[in-house]
């Protein structure tokens, strides 16, 4: 069973002023990841599952060369759009999170926020392999994980290993038909054994119950 497939569902939301509403505004945990990485001399930064650019439009800001990537053809016309409109220097590539097309040490920061755990967890440690390879060593990680205190965890059907998917999508048109993997946080830093954590925190987003961990770590080997 294929299990990487939440962004048909984004593809979809995207093409809408109304769907997009919701995911314009970044998150105020990134801003700050970014100014450290910039002060330790980053200068390239990724960003894995861009949406509509929400979070490529503050790494730019901050000064990044920023590339954005996306299964989302929509999300990406959307960013293009952004960049080209305010003068950012942010490119776009149509890929997915477990096979980037990108050398090895190409990115100084990557930033993959609620993206890695859309899939099981053969396709999370890709993801997570990816992001090593494509990041120098020393460079930082930025992304979030859900949380197995998360409303969700064990709700629908377990298809494989802590991966959870509804019959239907939610009332507000989310993708949890598609599959979602969750994790404690001893799953958490095995599944990131390839970095130093700095810093790791699990709190709710904008609906109760919606816990997401928050991690920021450095590739090993710096």
């Known amino acids: 069973m294929k299990t990487d497939t939440a962004h048909q569902t984004w593809n979809t939301r995207w093409q809408t002023s109304e769907g997009r509403a919701d995911w314009l505004d970044a ?4 801003a700050p990841a970014a100014a450290l990485s910039r ?3 980053g200068v ?3 960003d894995i599952g861009a949406g509509v650019g929400r979070h490529s439009r503050v790494l730019a800001q901050a ?3 920023v590339v954005a990537t996306d ?8 960013i293009a759009g952004m960049a080209a409109g305010e003068g950012l220097a942010i490119s776009t590539r149509l890929a997915p999170m477990t096979a980037l097309p990108f050398g090895d040490a190409s990115f100084d920061y990557v930033l993959a926020f ?4 859309h899939g099981d967890a053969t396709v999370v440690r890709q993801a997570i392999s990816e992001i090593a390879r494509v990041l120098k060593p020393g460079g ?7 949380s197995k205190r998360n409303a969700g965890c064990g709700v629908g059907t377990e298809i494989a290993a802590d991966t959870f998917v509804r ?9 949890k038909d598609h599959p979602h993997f969750y994790c404690d946080a001893a799953g958490l830093v095995a599944l990131f054994s390839g970095f130093e954590l700095m810093s790791l925190v699990d709190r709710e987003h904008r609906q109760p119950g919606s816990w997401h961990w928050h991690l920021v770590a450095e590739r090993r080997g710096g």
């Open 167 to 175: 019959e239907e999508a939610g009332e507000d048109g989310d993708d």
């Open 63 to 65: 000064g990044f060369e």
């Open 71 to 78: 299964l989302s053809e929509v999300g990406l016309e959307q």
């Open 140 to 146: 930082l990680y930025q992304g979030t994980m859900l």
């Open 39 to 41: 002060a330790r001399g």
């Open 27 to 30: 998150d105020p945990d990134v």
């Open 44 to 46: 390239r930064a990724l």
């Open 114 to 117: 609620n993206v890695i755990y």
